[in-house]
């Protein structure tokens, strides 16, 4: 079956601007991760969901990042006002379940911020 | 706090050579380890996992890994490696408490030499 994917694959923005990061998840699994992965910084972690809530908000690195998902399916990350540092690439993940299920991987969103 | 440490930041071998990707982790409870594999530009992809029972794992491409509770290790394990295994190799534990999320080390590029 199709795995999980995340559009847009490049986003050049310019700094100041709104972004939104798309991710869709292996039907049928229940949880979904966000990660950021920045040069020199490895993997970071930042929100999961299970269904569609969200229980800990507090990876987020600040209050210009928000994520939702609906229909237990689609989840979005939107970052407002970007800044330079924002620069990563952003990781979606999905499992089965919560815990310390296989998580499944995108191919991720390389996000330049000018 | 659990924490993953991978011990070198950059594995160079020949073809046919063995190679061992270090890990070690700090926690105070049950750990579940992981150990993801990132080809260039592509998502994360697992490639092994521990949970529970044999110490000794093995997971695909001819990768095995073993637990070490002793020394709080999984180091990762090849007894010939290929071409095609050069990527970044990322060590993680499950966090099952607390924050529940998946934290992983700072990664390893393992790259094959002819």
């Known amino acids: 079956g199709a795995g999980v994917s995340q559009s847009p694959s490049n986003k050049v923005t310019e700094k100041g601007k709104d972004v939104e990061l798309r991710c869709d998840p292996i039907s049928g699994h229940t949880a979904l991760y966000w990660y950021r992965q920045s040069l020199g910084q490895g993997l970071e972690f930042l929100i999961y969901?299970?269904?569609?809530?969200?229980?800990?908000k507090s990876g987020l690195p600040s209050d210009r990042f928000s994520a939702e998902r609906t229909g237990g399916s689609v989840s979005t990350l939107t970052i407002q006002r970007t800044q330079q540092e924002d620069s990563a690439v952003y990781l979606c993940?999905?499992?089965?379940?919560?815990?310390?299920?296989?998580?499944?991987f995108g191919p991720g969103t390389r996000l330049l911020v000018l | 706090a659990q924490s993953v440490t991978q011990l070198d930041s950059q594995v160079p071998v020949f073809e046919e050579a063995p190679v061992e990707l270090r890990c070690n982790y700090s926690s105070s409870v049950s750990v579940y380890l992981f150990w993801y594999v990132q080809y260039p530009n592509q998502g994360l992809q697992l490639l092994l996992k521990?949970?529970?029972?044999?110490?000794l794992v093995k997971g695909i491409n001819g990768f095995e890994a073993e637990f070490n509770k002793s020394q709080t290790s999984f180091h990762l394990r090849k007894p010939s490696v290929h071409i095609s295994d050069t990527a970044e190799y990322f060590c993680a534990v499950w966090v099952g408490q607390g924050a529940q999320k998946l934290v992983f080390g700072q990664g390893t590029r393992l790259t094959i030499n002819p």
């Open positions: 969901f299970q269904g569609n809530s969200a229980p800990d």
């Open positions: 521990y949970l529970s029972g044999s110490t």
């Open positions: 993940a999905s499992s089965l379940d919560f815990g310390r299920e296989t998580q499944y």
